[in-house]
């Protein structure tokens, strides 16, 4: 597992805490959370070879559609409930975002940035949907049906009345400090610990 | 399907038998004075004691749930599919049991057996026995085996409803809990299908008021029609419309055939229900049906699952076949749900199939690997 976000990730779930991995996939991090967070997790995911796989690493995972509405959490609440990478495939982003916020204490979502510099100039310049290694589908057949900036996730949380406890941003090596200063030109991905508003 | 021979077959088995001469009571209050009950066993117990697995069968599901019976060599134990060396309940880590239920008609004490108070069979005059009778049952045979805790209790249909009861009723002997194709009772539909059995059954003029082994004859009409609308709710739609379409088995449909028409459907069901009929009691099939009728997990907590399945300390495993229209996913998502309010591990998946209910003993590629890692968590390591 090379993606950079789930470093940044890993290192904001307490230990010992109760873990929600929404898109577990096969169940590679949510294994590293257990052993090097303590976490005690529970996978979502919809695929059936994901399952198989996050259930022979020794995991517990529920086969559900997010999109679904994540009903069978309505009573029981986590400590955290994490989104890597996914947000972006969901029908209903926002309404993903306010049942992570309810169901866990905290919440942690990260989604390749689509203001990067590098999608607005592929767009800006040859009028083409950015393809890139980090997202090489074409428009037509890719899962990616919701792509949002950092700006635009921002404004969002605030629709939704959700607090943005910390941010950080993924930028390749040379764009790291403008990353970190510019995070909707410069940051290649970003995540968020969110928490529903007190307010 | 590897039922056609010996491949990763438990091989030949032999029913064993214990029986227990103290009172036994029901939980309708009456009591037997002595039971019997048929099992099998496959592996070995370990030392410690820690890796023995309990097969709970549906309702008519027997002890015989894998290899083969030295006069049979055809036909393998029910669950032959999972149970077995390199199957998903590895045999050669696991020491696997299975009994036959009290009110059964395959050996256990039940109303083909002799009332040792008449020393004629029971009969209709069987008391009924509940879910939780047969897991106090079983639970004495645990103890007489030497085992302490099972590694895991494993059921489909009635049979997972038995392994949930077992993990509520006797939380520090079930460490792990699998139950496939299950609900957490049975709906109005449920129930109507089964007094439809029923009521085939009794309608029967063979059954002589539920004495007819006495008569030296059986309702094997009524058994049979029982059976096709059993099986009937066990199958899919798609999955009777692939495997039997409009096919006729005899006649034709050009118009100037004159003949019976018989379809395959028909035909499929006619022979599944004369076949049962010859092999399973009337009695047992009344009794099994209202045990189902009457399950309820959560009877004891007002109809609170939350709450009844709060006192288990199993992991879970709960599995739902996508054309299963007897109980349906949503039945099998009801447990989950509670399992989850109540904070207890559990892992869940929707099989994708086409083989209605029966797809708990049907080859499937998901489920098998699903169930096969599931199991590596049980027993030691």
Same mark, same amino acid.
């Given at each position: 597992?090379?993606? #950079?976000?789930l470093?940044?990730? #890993? &290192?904001?779930?307490?230990?010992?805490?109760?873990v929600?991995?929404?898109?577990?996939?096969?169940?590679?991090?949510?294994?590293?959370?257990?052993? %090097?967070? &303590?976490? =005690?997790?529970? &996978?979502?995911?919809?695929?059936?070879?994901?399952?198989?796989?996050a =259930?022979?690493?020794?995991?517990?995972?529920?086969? %559900?559609?997010i999109?679904?509405g994540l009903?069978?959490?309505t009573?029981?609440?986590f400590?955290?409930?994490?989104?890597t990478?996914?947000?972006?495939? #969901?029908?209903?982003?926002?309404?993903?975002?306010?049942?992570?916020v309810?169901?866990?204490?905290?919440?942690?979502?990260?989604?390749?940035?689509f &203001?990067?510099?590098?999608?607005?100039?592929?767009?800006?310049?040859?009028?083409?949907?950015?393809?890139?290694k980090?997202?090489?589908?074409?428009?037509?057949?890719?899962?990616?049906?919701?792509?949002?900036?950092?700006?635009?996730? %921002?404004?969002?949380c605030?629709d939704?009345?959700?607090?943005?406890? %910390?941010?950080?941003?993924?930028?390749?090596?040379?764009?790291?400090?403008l990353?970190?200063?510019?995070?909707?030109?410069?940051?290649?991905?970003?995540?968020?610990?969110?928490?529903?508003?007190?307010? | 399907?590897?039922?056609?021979?010996?491949?990763?077959?438990? @091989?030949?088995?032999?029913?064993?038998?214990? /029986?227990?001469e103290t009172?036994?009571? *029901?939980?309708?209050?009456?009591?037997?004075?002595?039971h019997?009950?048929?099992y099998?066993t496959?592996?070995e117990?370990?030392? !410690?004691?820690?890796n023995?697995?309990l097969?709970?069968h549906?309702?008519?599901?027997?002890?015989?749930?894998?290899?083969?019976? !030295?006069?049979d @060599?055809? /036909?393998?134990g029910?669950?032959?599919?999972?149970?077995?060396?390199?199957?998903?309940?590895?045999?050669?880590?696991l020491?696997?049991?299975?009994?036959n239920?009290?009110?059964?008609?395959?050996?256990?004490?039940?109303?083909?057996?002799l009332?040792?108070?008449?020393?004629?069979?029971?009969g209709?005059?069987?008391?009924?026995?509940?879910?939780?009778?047969?897991?106090?049952?079983?639970?004495?045979?645990?103890?007489?085996?030497?085992?302490?805790?099972?590694?895991?209790?494993?059921?489909?249909?009635?049979?997972?409803?038995?392994? *949930?009861?077992?993990?509520?009723?006797?939380?520090?002997?079930?460490?792990?809990c699998?139950?496939?194709?299950?609900?957490?009772?049975?709906?109005?539909q449920?129930?109507?299908?089964?007094?439809?059995? $029923?009521?085939?059954i009794?309608s029967?003029?063979?059954?002589?008021?539920?004495?007819?082994?006495? $008569?030296?004859?059986?309702?094997? /009409?009524?058994?049979?029609? !029982?059976?096709?609308?059993?099986? *009937?709710?066990y199958?899919? !739609?798609?999955?009777?419309?692939?495997?039997?379409?409009?096919?006729?088995?005899?006649?034709?449909f050009?118009?100037?055939?004159?003949?019976?028409?018989v379809?395959?459907?028909?035909?499929?069901?006619?022979?599944q229900?004369?076949?049962?009929?010859?092999?399973?009691?009337?009695?047992t099939?009344?009794?099994?049906?209202?045990?189902?009728?009457l399950?309820?997990?959560?009877?004891?907590?007002?109809?609170?699952?939350?709450?009844?399945?709060?006192?288990?300390?199993?992991?879970?495993?709960?599995?739902?076949?996508?054309?299963?229209?007897?109980?349906?996913?949503?039945?099998s998502?009801?447990?989950?749900?509670?399992?989850?309010?109540?904070?207890?591990?559990?892992?869940?998946?929707?099989i994708?199939?086409?083989?209605g209910h029966?797809?708990?003993?049907?080859?499937?590629?998901?489920?098998?690997?699903? *169930?096969?890692?599931?199991m590596?968590?049980v027993?030691?390591?």
């Amino acid at each position: 597992m090379n993606r #950079l976000d789930l470093n940044t990730v #890993l &290192g904001w779930v307490p230990r010992g805490s109760k873990v929600l991995d929404l898109g577990c996939g096969d169940g590679a991090f949510l294994k590293r959370l257990c052993e %090097e967070r &303590g976490a =005690v997790g529970v &996978g979502v995911d919809i695929d059936p070879d994901n399952l198989v796989s996050a =259930v022979s690493k020794g995991l517990d995972v529920i086969q %559900e559609d997010i999109n679904e509405g994540l009903n069978c959490f309505t009573r029981y609440r986590f400590d955290v409930v994490i989104l890597t990478h996914a947000l972006q495939e #969901l029908t209903h982003p926002h309404l993903a975002l306010e049942r992570m916020v309810h169901i866990g204490e905290e919440a942690i979502v990260s989604f390749p940035n689509f &203001g990067h510099w590098r999608c607005r100039t592929h767009l800006g310049l040859t009028g083409h949907m950015p393809v890139s290694k980090a997202m090489p589908r074409s428009w037509y057949d890719t899962p990616n049906i919701h792509f949002c900036t950092v700006k635009d996730f %921002e404004a969002l949380c605030s629709d939704l009345r959700i607090d943005i406890i %910390e941010r950080a941003t993924v930028a390749g090596a040379a764009q790291k400090w403008l990353g970190k200063w510019w995070p909707n030109l410069f940051a290649s991905s970003a995540v968020y610990r969110i928490r529903r508003s007190a307010r | 399907m590897p039922n056609s021979g010996a491949h990763n077959s438990v @091989g030949l088995v032999s029913p064993c038998r214990v /029986r227990f001469e103290t009172a036994f009571q *029901l939980a309708n209050g009456s009591v037997l004075a002595e039971h019997e009950l048929v099992y099998e066993t496959y592996g070995e117990l370990n030392a !410690a004691g820690d890796n023995a697995v309990l097969i709970c069968h549906a309702l008519s599901g027997t002890h015989h749930a894998a290899g083969f019976y !030295a006069d049979d @060599g055809e /036909r393998a134990g029910w669950w032959d599919l999972a149970i077995g060396p390199g199957k998903p309940i590895d045999t050669r880590r696991l020491f696997v049991v299975c009994s036959n239920n009290i009110g059964g008609c395959d050996g256990s004490t039940g109303p083909n057996t002799l009332n040792p108070e008449t020393g004629k069979p029971w009969g209709a005059k069987f008391p009924q026995p509940q879910v939780q009778d047969w897991v106090r049952s079983q639970k004495l045979l645990a103890e007489y085996l030497g085992i302490s805790r099972w590694a895991a209790v494993i059921g489909g249909s009635l049979g997972g409803m038995q392994a *949930l009861q077992w993990a509520i009723d006797y939380p520090e002997w079930v460490e792990h809990c699998v139950a496939l194709a299950a609900a957490p009772k049975l709906t109005a539909q449920n129930i109507a299908f089964n007094e439809i059995a $029923r009521h085939a059954i009794l309608s029967d003029p063979d059954w002589c008021d539920g004495d007819y082994l006495s $008569r030296d004859t059986i309702p094997s /009409r009524g058994v049979a029609l !029982a059976r096709m609308v059993g099986h *009937l709710t066990y199958m899919s !739609a798609d999955g009777m419309s692939d495997r039997f379409g409009r096919e006729l088995r005899e006649g034709s449909f050009t118009p100037e055939a004159e003949s019976e028409w018989v379809f395959q459907v028909e035909s499929y069901l006619r022979h599944q229900g004369t076949r049962f009929s010859t092999q399973f009691d009337a009695n047992t099939y009344v009794l099994m049906t209202r045990a189902l009728d009457l399950f309820d997990l959560a009877v004891g907590n007002h109809g609170d699952l939350k709450a009844a399945v709060d006192k288990a300390i199993a992991d879970f495993l709960v599995l739902s076949f996508s054309s299963d229209w007897r109980f349906p996913p949503h039945r099998s998502i009801e447990i989950r749900d509670a399992l989850m309010a109540a904070g207890k591990p559990v892992t869940y998946a929707n099989i994708e199939t086409d083989n209605g209910h029966d797809g708990f003993l049907l080859p499937n590629q998901t489920y098998e690997a699903l *169930l096969t890692q599931w199991m590596q968590r049980v027993g030691p390591a």
